[in-house]
């Protein structure tokens, strides 16, 4: 039996049309489990512990300081509470026998004793916070970040009798009414709350640097702790480096030069 | 029995006095909430009957995977992204809590504590 040329043309037409249809549908299925891929791998980040170096001889004036606090302080809504033994802070200055009480009597030069030292949360790789918490609103994520789940924490302060470095703030006072501005991209907090830094994880997952590095000017570094290639190891390995009360083993992630 | 047509019509009047309420509003739903929805946006993050029923359950997963789970971005049925967040991606569509969230949850009385925390649109300081 032979074919008519115009069913043989038929029959190739259909070909064609089938074949362009089916690429399509791969190509769609393809970004769809690229996509799919993508989704699935955001929550791993394996490898990678986020750690901080400050360059305490960059910071000479009042301004260098209050340009990084005013940066995190603004963007996280933190309040300006005037009561100072109830203040809520997430990065603040103290004096070196304050922030280092244990490095006093080691020999180091007068003029390092005399600066200031911006403190804010450690991000321990053993955090003494993270074991008392009796309902796990505090915990430390894969990439080392002490978190503070907001939705989970009772108030009932373990954490911040926990806490060697005084990280750690209780809402004494509705926070709101001590908010001059507010940012509508972050979320207060509440009367009878826990609060603290969060290494700024929104910001990191969304790929940006913390606000207060941006702010710094470069006097600040962030990176991965575990990437010989990157800027803090760099930093860490060139320079020398303090953490703060070293002795007690929390293994800080926050290093400072000086 | 004494005075049968008395009590019958008695107990008929009582009846119809204790379902005024009913008879008043036969055929009309006045309690229907009315939020207002986005002007310029045609979909939510699922579809509205989906989002009607559990936007509480996936809120709670969003706040869940976004802060528990280090994700970020939420696909739709679509495959659609969306960052997952209450107060930028809920409210930046949603721009009033007053007129959306609360016409809703007035009438069926509830009260999430979100907004103690979240800051709600209409609220921002300047």
Redesign the interface.
Known sequence: MSIKRRDFLKIVGYGIAGSIISLGGGFIVGR?SE??A??DK????KGVKWAMAIDTRAFKSEEDFEAVIKACHQAH?VPNIPDKNREVKWIWVDTFERAFPTAETEFISEEVKRRKFLLLCNHCDNPPCVRVCPVQAT?K???GIV?Q???RCIGCKFCMAACPYGSRNYNFYPPREY????N???????LGVVEKCIFC??RL??GKMPYCVEASQGKMFFGNLNDPESEVRKVISENIVIVRKPELSTKPKVFYII | MYNTGKVIVGIIVFIIFFTIPFWLNLGKVKALPKPELPKDETKCVEDTDYMRAYHMQLLHEWRTRKIRKMQVYYMNHEGKLYIMSLQRTCMKCHTSKEKFCDRCHQVVVTHPDCWRCHIAPEEVKK
């Open positions: 769809g996509i799919l993508m989704i955001q929550g791993e980040k809504n915990f994520r894969e990439d978190m789940d907001m939705h908010l001059a501005s507010m509508p991209e972050f979320p207060t907090r509440t994880y929104h997952d969304e």
